[in-house]
Structure formats: structure tokens, C-alpha cells
């Protein structure tokens, strides 16, 4: 199993919740998505294909939360594990599913956690 985790600066978190202007969502987005390349390349993680993805979202505090709001800032994480070359691609083939999960409060001030655990689903005979 192959891990990684993403801390996001709370001025750059982005959920399905939010109300922004398609240029300011656009530039959440693309942090969060370099954030995720960049660290990718620095730790040349590889995941085998299929996987299955769960993400556990740390959040700023311990107060109730719809973890799936989260999908979008995910999402961007991933398409940024694929640019920078741990996937191959995000497709059905490659990902079979992706699993939210609530983790625990982030251990960084200021910061979300999105920690990807991705699960091989290839079946050997």
C-alpha cells in the first residue's frame, strides 16, 4: 500500500460547498493540484493500477464535518498525482473507487489534511 499526504493552506482549501468566482476556484485548484505533483515527484511515488484510493481529510477542528465536500479539493490532489507521474491515469481502469473518510484534526496550524492511502487491486492467480 502506498501513502502520501497533502497539507492544504486554509486560504487554498476549495469544497463542494464553496461559493467562489470560476477564476479564484481555478486558483485553488492548481495549488492544490502542483502541491500534490510536486510531492509526488520529491517522494517518486509510484501506485500500482487498479487501485482504490481512501481519503482521510484532517480538518481545522474537531467539529462536524460532510467529508465528501471535500471531493473537489481530492480531485484536484489526485489529477496532480497523475501529472506528476505516480499514476498513470485517473480513469476507471486505473482508479476503482475513491473512499472519503474523516481523520483527525490536522497537526498543522492553519492547515487541511488530505492523506491518500492508495490499496492494490490487481488479483493474481
Not at 471535500?70 to 480513469?91: F, Q
Not at 487541511?112 to 490499496?119: G, L
Request: glycine share 4%; net charge positive; proline share 3%.
Amino acid at each position: 500500500m502506498t501513502e502520501l499526504t497533502v497539507d492544504v493552506h486554509k486560504s487554498m482549501w476549495v469544497s463542494a460547498n464553496s461559493r467562489l468566482h470560476w477564476a479564484a476556484l481555478a486558483k485553488r485548484k492548481k495549488h492544490i493540484r502542483q502541491l500534490a505533483h510536486y510531492l509526488t515527484r520529491q517522494q517518486r511515488l509510484t501506485v500500482p493500477t487498479p487501485c482504490f484510493i481512501v481519503a482521510t481529510i484532517g480538518y481545522l477542528t474537531t467539529g462536524r464535518a460532510d467529508v465528501e465536500n471535500a471531493s473537489v479539493a481530492v480531485k484536484a490532489a489526485i489529477d496532480g498525482c497523475v501529472s506528476g507521474g505516480a499514476l498513470e491515469d485517473d480513469n476507471s481502469e486505473h482508479v476503482v473507487s475513491v473512499q472519503f473518510e474523516r481523520g483527525p484534526k490536522s497537526p498543522v496550524k492553519d492547515h487541511y489534511r488530505i492523506h491518500f492511502k492508495f490499496v492494490d487491486q490487481r488479483v493474481t492467480f
